[in-house]
């Protein structure tokens, strides 16, 4: 089961794929899209978003596909663990996220533009992945721009208790204070 539509979840998963298997790499690649191999055991069944991979994975018995950890969880979905940059086999969990994102170097990467699958580490789960906002940064209208900030802000000061309820891993405080000093130097509205 996979995605049909363009998803991070696909990028991130074939990310993690190219990076360990240089065959996957140059035949499948990495996109929101691709073209994924038909074989034994597979079926080539494709279906748009995580519910509906959720809902068709939990109904034909035998399937294997691939969702984002919140779907997982909130559909008491059964899942694998899958080895990591240091041999390990990870269990995809809060503490798991948190240890592949506290290797990443954040303080270096432009924009905060990191793709950190296959972190390193002995807990990292090796298909953590990142979400990202896009703002112009000389927008068209200030003022909505300036909303759309305020509303970010309050997110990532207030919102970590939230994005944990709903089954995302809340961002470190020290991360928290960068993005807060990078918006400040790259939007001044």
């Given at each position: 089961m996979?995605?049909?539509?363009g998803s991070?979840?696909?990028?991130?998963?074939?990310n993690?794929?190219?990076k360990?298997?240089p065959?996957?790499?140059?035949?499948?690649?990495?996109?929101?899209?691709?073209?994924?191999?038909v074989g034994i055991?597979?079926?080539?069944?494709?279906?748009?978003g995580?519910?509906?991979?959720?809902?068709?994975?939990?109904?034909?018995?035998?399937?294997?596909?691939?969702?984002?950890?919140?779907?997982v969880?909130?559909?008491?979905?059964?899942?694998?663990?899958?080895?990591?940059?240091?041999?390990?086999?990870?269990?995809?969990?809060?503490e798991?996220?948190?240890a592949a994102?506290?290797s990443?170097d954040?303080?270096?990467?432009?924009?905060?533009?990191?793709i950190?699958?296959?972190?390193?580490?002995?807990?990292?789960?090796?298909?953590?992945?990142?979400?990202?906002?896009?703002?112009p940064?000389k927008?068209?209208?200030p003022?909505?721009?300036?909303?759309?900030?305020?509303?970010?802000?309050?997110?990532?000061?207030n919102?970590q208790k939230?994005?944990?309820?709903?089954?995302?891993?809340?961002?470190?405080?020290?991360?928290v204070?960068?993005?807060?000093?990078?918006?400040?130097a790259?939007?001044?509205?």
């Amino acid at each position: 089961m996979y995605r049909s539509d363009g998803s991070g979840t696909t990028f991130n998963w074939v990310n993690y794929l190219s990076k360990v298997s240089p065959a996957w790499k140059t035949t499948v690649g990495e996109r929101i899209v691709v073209r994924w191999p038909v074989g034994i055991g597979f079926n080539g069944i494709g279906a748009r978003g995580n519910e509906d991979v959720a809902a068709i994975v939990r109904q034909k018995r035998g399937a294997i596909g691939y969702a984002e950890y919140a779907h997982v969880l909130q559909n008491k979905m059964t899942y694998g663990l899958v080895q990591n940059q240091a041999g390990q086999f990870v269990k995809p969990e809060v503490e798991s996220f948190q240890a592949a994102a506290s290797s990443a170097d954040w303080s270096n990467a432009k924009d905060f533009c990191l793709i950190i699958t296959d972190a390193p580490g002995e807990r990292a789960y090796p298909i953590t992945a990142t979400v990202f906002i896009l703002m112009p940064r000389k927008p068209k209208q200030p003022e909505r721009a300036k909303v759309a900030l305020d509303l970010f802000a309050w997110g990532v000061r207030n919102g970590q208790k939230q994005a944990e309820a709903l089954d995302y891993v809340p961002l470190s405080q020290d991360l928290v204070a960068q993005v807060e000093s990078y918006w400040k130097a790259q939007f001044p509205l």
